[in-house]
T-cell receptor, first 111, second 112 residues
């Protein structure tokens, strides 16, 4: 079993739709939860991060962490064609030195 | 200024050859990584160096050898390249236990 599970998609939505991306994990020691966005032929870039449980909002993006269910989500409101990318969740233990990535979900927003 | 830079960006080589990928970061970070991304976009850590010392060495064939001449550089040398080594290799850096890791643009390695 992988440390982090993520549905690879692909996911295709019309412009303006609300997108929900999710990951589950097995290691209860994870404390930092991150979402990276990767455009084609580019390196991943940090989009959002959350420490422990709760919600975090940044513009059109909302990250949620439910540690009791070992489940994290990223919501994108009013999705734009420029949001078309692969979204990778990543997790890290509090004092650890390693990120564990999900397999990434490929998202296409159709104009 | 590119924070994490890798060279080359593309590398096409024959089976059995030896090749190196270079990585440099100008962020002053103390930790650097090598990740391998397969065709299904799965990012798997290979090596982690903290202050020039190897911290993580995942199950990677001995043909892969990282070298960190100083905190700002982490190079990856690959001996006797195999078809299965074809992937995109990413270098990344991070400061301590900070949440954000900065990635290079990747090196697309194709072994023919």
């Amino acid at each position: 079993q992988k440390e982090v599970e993520q549905d690879p998609g692909p996911l295709s939505v019309p412009e303006g739709a609300i997108v929900s991306l999710n990951c589950t994990y097995s290691n209860s020691a994870f404390q930092y939860f991150m979402w990276y966005r990767q455009y084609s032929r580019k390196g991943p870039e940090l989009l959002m991060y959350t420490y422990s449980s709760g919600n975090k909002e940044d513009g059109r993006f909302t990250a949620q962490v439910d540690k009791s269910s070992k489940y994290i989500s990223l919501f994108i409101r009013d999705s734009q064609p420029s949001d078309s990318a692969t979204y990778l969740c990543a997790m890290s233990v509090n004092t650890g030195n390693q990120f564990y990535f999900g397999t990434g979900t490929s998202l296409t927003v159709i104009p | 200024d590119t924070a994490v830079s890798q060279t080359p960006k593309y590398l096409v080589t024959q089976m059995g050859n030896d090749k190196s990928i270079k990585c440099e970061q100008n962020l002053g970070h103390d930790t650097m990584y090598w990740y391998k991304q397969d065709s299904k976009k799965f990012l798997k850590i290979m090596f982690s160096y903290n202050n020039k010392e190897l911290i993580i060495n995942e199950t990677v064939p001995n043909r892969f050898s990282p070298k960190s001449p100083d905190k700002a550089h982490l190079n990856l040398h690959i001996n006797s390249l195999e078809l299965g080594d074809s992937a995109v290799y990413f270098c990344a850096s991070r400061q301590g236990a900070a949440a954000e890791a900065f990635f290079g643009q990747g090196t697309r390695l194709t072994v023919v």
